[in-house]
């Protein structure tokens, strides 16, 4: 699972750190090259329902195996495209591709992992998530500033190949999957109970408001740092992305937490992490920024790794669901407030931006908050939410 997460966020965010290179070469502004990005996310947040309902019946491995696998390939394909029109449409297949793995991972990891070690294994996968987007962003800065980004899209899809391979001959059977047959009655019902529990909506919620924050700093930092007073090379912009190896820790720590102390008081702690991160990059000075961008980090994988988790503890047997509608918020706040921030970089740069990132990651503050008060589902839930 691992393997699959660091895939997954390889192939889908590979692309972030040339943004500035797409707008160079196709003309176009930052708002508009940031789609290549938001593209892929719009198109597997939509696709990760269905994925749920393909994966409920005919298993959790075939499903994720073959999103991995045809993702690997339409990278490849990315890099062989004459205009910007192409590069979108291929982003998006890609990105609906690999709906299968993240729906039907953490359905996986709820079915096959002891509750007292869920804590643990999600912040493996999460962690996995992490690194697999530092090593990404990171090569696919170096390979843009030694080749083109025609070869680093490349690379990254052979090197996708690579992984699927692995995962294909690596992941353990599934010893506690039962299918379930899929109808519109059924989903819609199961739909309905999730968004009646107390904590669920906010869960989604979290997830939008986390993820597009986290998304839309990335997304733009490049853009800051590439342009006076800092005037970074690509390769240098890129090497910010090793701060992920941050988030890598940070998301196992968290579970080990969350396992010892509950999600709910351990999570707004998080949250408040990333706020503190947020507001130290509005220095000038570039070493306080890079520590800005670190405490981010930090707070975004714990919370990220505490929520999930959280999802599939209280949707119970909804469990590939509530984590389709997890993730289906997750992508698409990445996909919205990732690119409107592109607007409010155009208007007010990276003041701006900082003020709407703020906005959401407040708003995540006080949902985190609110949870704390939320009531366990029983003994299945530890107590400990």
């Not at 176009?28 to 996310?41: E, Y």
């Not at 920024?289 to 930090?298: D, E, L, P």
Request: with cysteine; charged share 10%.
């Amino acid at each position: 699972m691992f393997v699959g997460g660091f895939a997954t966020f390889a192939l889908l965010y590979g692309t972030q750190p040339m943004l500035p290179l797409f707008a160079a070469s196709f003309g176009v502004n930052p708002a508009s090259a940031s789609l290549t990005v938001s593209a892929g996310t719009a198109a597997l947040a939509l696709a990760l329902i269905p994925a749920s309902v393909l994966a409920d019946r005919v298993g959790r491995q075939p499903v994720m195996k073959g999103a991995l696998a045809l993702a690997a390939v339409l990278s490849i394909c990315c890099a062989l495209v004459s205009d910007f029109g192409q590069l979108l449409v291929l982003r998006a297949l890609l990105g609906a591709t690999l709906a299968g793995l993240p729906a039907a991972a953490m359905a996986y990891l709820g079915e096959e992992v002891a509750p007292n070690a869920q804590g643990r294994a999600m912040g493996l996968y999460i962690a996995g998530n992490a690194l697999g987007g530092m090593s990404g962003r990171v090569l696919a800065a170096l390979l843009t500033e030694w080749g083109s980004w025609r070869v680093a899209l490349a690379v990254l899809g052979v090197l996708g190949v690579i992984a699927a391979a692995v995962f294909w001959r690596r992941l353990p059977p599934s010893r506690h999957f039962r299918p379930r047959a899929a109808s519109i009655g059924r989903i819609v019902r199961d739909a309905r109970d999730l968004f009646a529990d107390a904590g669920l909506p906010w869960l989604f919620l979290t997830a939008f408001l986390a993820m597009g924050a986290f998304i839309g700093l990335y997304n733009y930092l490049g853009f800051r740092l590439g342009d006076a007073p800092f005037g970074l090379s690509q390769s240098a912009i890129g090497a910010i992305f090793l701060l992920y190896v941050v988030g890598t820790w940070a998301s196992a720590w968290a579970g080990l937490l969350a396992d010892r102390h509950g999600r709910r008081n351990v999570q707004w702690i998080m949250v408040a992490i990333m706020l503190g991160g947020l507001l130290l990059t509005l220095s000038d000075t570039l070493a306080v920024i890079i520590a800005g961008v670190a405490v981010f980090t930090f707070g975004f994988f714990a919370t990220h790794s505490l929520a999930s988790g959280w999802v599939g503890r209280r949707a119970q047997e909804r469990r590939a669901l509530g984590a389709a509608v997890y993730l289906c918020c997750y992508y698409l706040g990445s996909s919205s407030i990732g690119s409107l921030s592109g607007i409010a970089w155009y208007d007010g740069r990276w003041t701006a931006v900082v003020a709407i990132l703020g906005l959401c990651t407040a708003a995540v503050l006080g949902i985190a908050l609110r949870l704390r008060r939320l009531a366990p589902l029983g003994p299945a839930e530890g107590g400990k939410g």
